[in-house]
């Protein structure tokens, strides 16, 4: 069942040995503790929550993965969320949750009660089931004398609908030390069926006392926080000084969010079982055990998405009526190593090796499957990576990215070629990663500019990694000369508004002038359409 027993049986041995990373065998059995006790006596006690006496709802809440009868609700309970147990003592907490049809709760739809584990670190994911199609409902969370803010979601459109529209913002690479949250604020006021986070939610990397680029001066963050994530606790602390930030709890408390990850959440770079500087496998899957655990407890995720050690299924699909499929990948988990070392390489036989993967088999199989039923108009498959072919120069000794799909050329082909065969309508990819704006036409063969153009790619620029940028990044130039198929491009921070209509698509290149700063002003840098029926990108 498990893919790992042997590294694992390894690890279990290590530990016994040698006190390695900074994991201790607590840290490792909490990592991989999937199940919770059995009711009774193995359980902890119940907290009386009439003795929380701050809020503890101070990381807000969300929802995601919206089906047409169903969503899931999300909240942690923390009251001191900088601390290393969130002022929570080890044990269960009762926590009562509504959902509406209004904001002011008089139209009540559903409710409960659920318990907050301290296994799960008082995480709590409500799946609700009963609901309407497309509609947006209302939801909050309470526990003794405390209420969580008032969220907003939405459930999907029924599988066999006509729905005419479906408005989503892309995002993707939120490192807290790189800036504010600007384009968060203004992502909250837009008027969206969901949102789809593309990875790299959270860093592992220091944050220092000052929150790096924000450059605190009313706080002083904690020097646990100046260090790189690596154990379990080290990433659940991680995740609630990411959800701390009031701009980012105002976009998860306005729409739903579908998230997958990137290498960050883990570590920098990683590719399957292999981590950045090639540690003992034992050690980094421990290591992504412990990341993985932590990005379920703080993701509006399903069950079926709970990890198992570290093994996490996050691809899946989800349907909006006969508008659009989206086909959510994991192209870290399952990925071949990189090719020369990774970074950006000539392309050659080690890279174009025909057995590479970016997904692995059985995800490829579900993929290319999943296609052959797709009745949907606009076929989505939001996912990590620069998708399309990208020369770093105009001349002949270009190099390619080894991180991106171009160090994986053999998938690509056979995911291109998988959709024509199953015959996909308007396959659009979606990504972040690069921390710039791209919009691509992504071509039956690159190298050959008049090929036909067989599907869009946007790739999201960065919510605040890399600060501020600028709109013409300096190789700007020598890159939109080097690929012709490359529409648009650019180097500020924000996000991308994609509206998915029944005739033609258009993406709203959102981009926000500082985040060094809190006050960022917003602008539209440009927009593009796609018919159906013709792909690729036109000027709005
Ligand atoms: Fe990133």
Redesign the pocket.
């Known amino acids: 069942m498990n893919s790992h027993q042997p590294e694992l049986r390894a690890a279990v041995r290590r530990l016994g040995r040698r006190h390695f990373l900074t994991l201790t065998a607590a840290a490792a059995a909490l990592a991989f503790a999937t199940e919770l006790p059995a009711a009774g006596a193995a359980s902890v006690p119940e907290l009386d929550a009439r003795k929380i006496t701050e809020n503890p709802f101070t990381l807000g809440l969300a929802s995601g993965d919206p089906l047409p009868d169903s969503v899931v609700l999300w909240t942690r309970l923390a009251p001191r969320p900088l601390e290393p147990d969130s002022g929570l003592p080890e044990k269960r907490v009762v926590v009562t949750w509504e959902l509406a049809h209004d904001e002011m709760f008089l139209r009540p739809v559903r409710g409960g009660t659920v318990t907050a584990h301290p296994e799960f670190d008082h995480t709590l994911h409500v799946e609700v089931p009963g609901l309407d199609p497309d509609r947006p409902y209302y939801y909050r969370f309470r526990t003794g004398a405390w209420a969580s803010p008032t969220g907003r979601t939405r459930t999907a459109p029924a599988a066999d609908t006509a729905k005419s529209q479906l408005k989503l913002a892309a995002v993707?690479?939120q490192?807290y030390h790189h800036g504010y949250y600007t384009p968060y604020r203004h992502l909250a006021g837009e008027d969206l069926d969901l949102v789809v986070h593309l990875?790299?939610y959270l860093?592992e990397y220091a944050v220092d006392s000052a929150g790096g680029a924000r450059g605190y001066t009313d706080r002083l963050l904690p020097a646990h926080f100046d260090r790189e994530a690596m154990t379990l606790a080290d990433y659940r602390l991680r995740y609630a000084l990411y959800k701390s930030d009031p701009d980012l709890a105002a976009a998860h408390a306005a729409h739903p969010f579908v998230v997958t990850w990137?290498?960050?959440e883990t570590e920098n770079n990683y590719a399957g079982g292999r981590s950045e500087n090639n540690d003992p496998p034992e050690e980094f899957l421990l290591r992504r055990a412990g990341a993985y655990r932590a990005y379920w407890e703080n993701q509006p995720l399903r069950a079926p998405q709970r990890p198992r050690g570290p093994d996490m299924r996050l691809y899946r699909r989800l349907t909006f009526g006969r508008l659009a499929q989206f086909d959510i990948l994991d192209t870290r988990q399952y990925r071949s190593e990189r090719a020369y070392g990774g970074g950006w390489h000539k392309s050659g036989p080690e890279s174009e090796a025909a057995s590479r993967t970016m997904t692995g088999e059985t995800q490829e199989r579900w993929l290319l499957d999943g296609w052959k039923g797709s009745g949907a108009t606009w076929n989505v498959v939001p996912q990590q990576v620069t998708f399309a072919r990208r020369r770093d120069v105009p001349t002949a000794d270009f190099k390619l990215s080894m991180d991106a799909w171009d160090g994986y050329p053999a998938a690509r082909k056979r995911f291109l070629d998988g959709a024509e065969a199953a015959g996909v309508q308007n396959l659009m990819v979606l990504d972040?990663?690069a921390?710039v704006g791209y919009g691509f036409d992504l071509k039956k063969d690159f190298d050959d500019p008049d090929s036909r153009t067989v599907a869009t790619e946007i790739s999201t620029t960065?919510v605040s990694?890399g600060k501020d940028g600028a709109d013409k990044p300096a190789n700007f130039d020598s890159l939109v000369q080097a690929n012709p198929h490359l529409k648009f491009y650019n180097g500020r921070r924000g996000y991308t508004v994609i509206t998915l209509g029944t005739d033609r698509a258009r993406a709203d290149f959102r981009t926000v002038s500082e985040v060094t700063r809190p006050g960022g002003t917003l602008t539209t840098a440009a927009s593009f359409v796609t018919e159906a029926g013709r792909p690729g990108l036109i000027p709005a």
């Open positions: 993707a690479c490192a990875g790299d860093y990137d290498d960050h972040g990663d921390h960065s990694s």
